[in-house]
């Protein structure tokens, strides 16, 4: 255990804890993104939602807007292309946010949908805000959903990180107590 090869490889698995956090959360973050459709707005989009369960829409902007609140006056609508029943579009039950790649999106109405298919999204800004242009995402899944998903993630991901480190910290700390034994045992001369 005098070697100094034990510490290069405790730094190495500390390390390699990040990389696997890195790894992990990579793919992951960039499929959470692959589920939203985006559409510009104002006006109305055939959007295809191809699962039944719940779904929320989010604002998403580059600046435009703040993320604490949706703008004033914004009215959506989202109606089934093969009924023409509209669908009951609510707040969300919590608060939701994400930032990547240079969008942020806050959560502002949620649904749920009985039939997967194809569904008319309509939305606009008050009257005096009709050229305003602004992006609506819709993505799969409740903002609960969406919140312990990432949450999950970011768990995994910190138990890779800390993992790494700890076992990293358990050999060194066995280097130096098997050390502070050797240098005892050492007849004084």
Not at 51 to 77: K, V
Not at 127 to 156: C, W
Request: net charge positive; hydrophobic share 50%.
């Amino acid at each position: 255990m005098r070697s100094p090869l034990w510490f290069v490889m405790a730094g190495v698995i500390a390390v390699l804890g990040f990389v696997a956090a890195g790894l992990y959360v990579w793919p992951r973050l960039e499929a959470f993104d692959l589920h939203l459709t985006r559409l510009a707005l104002p006006g109305p989009h055939i959007v295809q939602l191809d699962r039944a369960g719940a779904y929320t829409l989010y604002l998403e902007t580059n600046g435009q807007f703040p993320l604490a609140e949706a703008p004033a006056g914004l009215q959506a609508t989202l109606t089934s292309v093969a009924t023409g029943t509209t669908v009951a579009l609510v707040p969300p039950a919590g608060s939701f946010t994400y930032s990547a790649e240079g969008r942020a999106g806050l959560a502002i109405l949620g649904f749920t949908l009985s039939e997967p298919g194809q569904y008319r999204l309509t939305a606009s800004l008050p009257s005096k805000a009709t050229e305003s242009k602004f992006t609506l995402a819709v993505g799969h899944g409740s903002v609960a959903h969406n919140f312990f998903g990432m949450a999950r993630i970011l768990g995994v991901a910190l138990a890779l990180a800390l993992g790494g480190l700890g076992i990293a910290g358990i050999i060194v700390a066995i280097i130096a107590i098997r050390r502070d034994k050797a240098r005892r045992a050492e007849p004084l001369t």
